[in-house]
T-cell receptor
Framework: DAKTTQPPSMDCAEGRAANLPCNHS???????VYWYRQIHSQGPQYIIH???NNETNEMASLIITEDRKSSTLILPHATLRDTAVYYC?????????????FGTGTRLTIIP | EAGVAQSPRYKIIEKRQSVAFWCNPI?????LYWYQQILGQGPKLLIQ????????DSQLPKDRFSAERLKGVDSTLKIQPAKLEDSAVYLC??????????????FGPGTRLTVL
């Protein structure tokens, strides 16, 4: 699976949009971009994934550049509960046999 | 729906002792994963099951770690004997196995192991 690069930490003011970047310049055409987050003392939680189109769900939006070499996770109105480590992962989707290779992620702190 | 269940939540043992962790995945999830998360790092896959068969155990230290998933449902991860460096959170996750789809993994709360 392709490697990803994320900033180690970021701060964001409560109520503002949090924009978390991820670089995946070696991504292959059949690899998806996934985002998970891990709140302190909990297991990771799935947020969103995408292949090449931008995606939005109730939690966040995922913006993937046209060349697919980078992406941005957007939390539109950050709350204190969004304080967590955010992991950007790329992997092939084969249907049940895809492991997640986690890096060290971005530690996002929401400031009151 | 009920999430992934793990027990115990915390365990403290001395080095060279044995320990076992239990995981009950989400009902109907064919794929089960065990991850090890050392403090300050992201989770690392130890072993992956598809039903009751092993798909990937390339990063499992087989001289001391073992895992089984009898009947393709619950799973147990065992460490025998434990070393100081095994201190970590052990996470269990499960997912559906729909071909061609990007199946998300659902994680349990983890078991925090401290080896003294």
């Amino acid at each position: 699976d392709a490697k990803t690069t994320q900033p180690p930490s970021m701060d964001c003011a409560e109520g503002r949009a949090a924009n978390l970047p991820c670089n995946h310049s070696t991504i292959s055409g059949n690899e998806y971009v996934y985002w998970y987050r891990q709140i302190h003392s909990q297991g990771p939680q799935y947020i969103i994934h995408g292949l090449k189109n931008n995606e939005t769900n109730e939690m966040a939006s995922l913006i993937i550049t046209e060349d697919r070499k980078s992406s941005t996770l957007i939390l539109p109105h950050a709350t204190l509960r969004d304080t967590a480590v955010y992991y950007c992962i790329v992997r092939v989707a084969r249907g049940g046999n895809e492991k997640l290779t986690f890096g060290t992620g971005t530690r996002l702190t929401i400031i009151p | 729906e009920a999430g992934v269940a793990q027990s115990p939540r915390y365990k403290i043992i001395e080095k060279r002792q044995s320990v076992a962790f239990w995981c009950n995945p989400i009902s109907g999830h064919a794929t089960l994963y065990w991850y090890q998360q050392i403090l300050g790092q992201g989770p690392k896959l130890l072993i992956q099951f598809q039903n009751n068969g092993v798909v990937d155990d390339s990063q499992l230290p087989k001289d001391r770690f073992s895992a089984e998933r009898l009947k393709g449902v619950d799973s147990t991860l065992k460490i025998q004997p434990a070393k100081l460096e095994d201190s970590a959170v052990y996470l269990c996750a499960s997912s559906l196995a729909n071909p061609g789809l990007a199946n998300e993994q659902f994680f349990g709360p983890g078991t925090r192991l401290t080896v003294l």
